[in-house]
Each structure stands twice: as C-alpha cells, then as structure tokens.
T-cell receptor
C-alpha cells in the first residue's frame, strides 16, 4: 500500500523562528498532497492542498504567507511555519493518495516556546 | 460549505457493540471514510463507502445512506484496545478536479471493563 513519510516527528522551536516539515511519498508519485493541523482533542482540519509544480490551494482562514507550502517534486511536499508563535503549537500531519484510502504521514508535534 | 457531525464522546463496555453516527452536508460527495486514531498518532484506515449500504470487515462495519447524508460505524465484540478516536471523513470534489478529504469532529470512544 501507499506509504507516506513525515519528518521531523517532534520539533521544539523558539518564538519567531521558522520550522520546515517534510512529507514524502515513498512508493508512489503524488501530484497532490494535503496538510492538516490538529489541536488537542479536536479533529483534523485541512489547511491546504499542495500541488506539484504549482501554487498550493489554501483553505479559508489559513494564512498562505505564514504557512508556506512547496511541492517541487512528485514525491516531496514541505510545509514551513514562518515566524512561529506559541499559538502555532499543534500536531501537523500530511496525506497523499485519494484514489482509495488516503495514506497519512506519522505527524509532526510542533511546540513553540 | 461542508459540515460533518459526530458525537464528541461515547462509552461502551468490553465485549459489547457500539454504533458511532456521522451526518454530513457537502457540495460534492465522492465517498465516505472511517479512520481510527490513537492520541499522538496518524489516523489508520478502517472502512470506505461510496454506495448506499453496509460494508463489513471483521469486527467493523460501516453503513452509508447518501440520500440522508448519514453514515455509521459499528464496532462489535469491543476490546480495550478499541479505545480511540473515530473520525468520519468525506471525500469532496467541491465541483472541481481535486478531491479533498474533510474530517468530522471525531468521536472519542472509551471502552470500559
């Protein structure tokens, strides 16, 4: 089945710095990947759709200048949280492959201190 | 827009049967998924319905009624390890070319001895 790798699994950063999260499809090519954010005891909220070779599509209320998405190849999408603040602390998770079941990365726990 | 609702929490007894309901309103329905998620982990696929009716897979079954915008996940012979969050997710094409997976609010199931 489809496998998606996400790194890092945990990151702690200082307020004001930027953090990059990588999402790789290991055994298939993904022209589209999705980025979600999940706050404690809440469900997954879709942030944006990452499109290979073109601009990402952001959901309403998500700041595109704060959450930079790059999908430069068919196997890699990156999410960069710029100028991170404590309120950006969350669980970020990517997924790819929707012809059947979506494959999810293992998630990244971001803590901004 | 999209609206996907589930009960927030449920409690059931080991060995029993529990039904988790999901109601949805979307503009471009293209399938419904159920996922299980343990805290701090990625969601794992349980079932997929695109046509009306019941899909059975071992101890788990899922039902869909597209006309009613309704689905349920049925868990039989509950085990303690089934304690987790259960996420209903709708694949929505939104009238465009890209399918998005939109998650419901999630149901936290506690299985008691």
């Amino acid at each position: 089945g489809a496998v998606v790798s996400q790194h890092p699994s945990r990151v702690i950063c200082k307020s004001g710095t930027s953090v990059k999260i990588e999402c790789r499809s290991l055994d298939f090519q993904a022209t589209t990947m999705f980025w979600y954010r999940q706050f404690p005891k809440q469900s997954l909220m879709l942030m944006a759709t990452s499109n290979e070779g073109s601009k990402a599509t952001y959901e309403q209320g998500v700041e595109k200048d704060k959450f930079l998405i790059n999908h430069a190849s068919l196997t890699l999408s990156t999410l960069t949280v710029t100028s991170a603040h404590p309120e950006d602390s969350s669980f970020y998770i990517c997924s790819a492959g929707l012809t059947g079941q979506a494959a999810f990365g293992s998630g990244t726990r971001l803590t901004v201190v | 827009g999209q609206n996907i609702d589930q009960p927030t929490e449920m409690t059931a007894t080991e060995g029993a049967i529990v039904q988790i309901n999901c109601t949805y309103q979307t503009s471009g329905f293209n399938g419904l998924f159920w996922y299980q998620q343990h805290a701090g982990e990625a969601p794992t696929f349980l079932s997929y319905n695109v046509l009306d009716g019941l899909e059975e897979k071992g101890r788990f079954s899922s039902f869909l009624s597209r006309s009613k915008g309704y689905s349920y996940l049925l868990l039989k012979e509950l085990q303690m390890k089934d304690s987790a969050s259960y996420l209903c997710a709708v694949r929505d094409h939104g009238g465009g070319a890209t399918n998005k997976l939109i998650f419901g609010t999630g149901t936290l199931l506690a299985v008691q001895p």
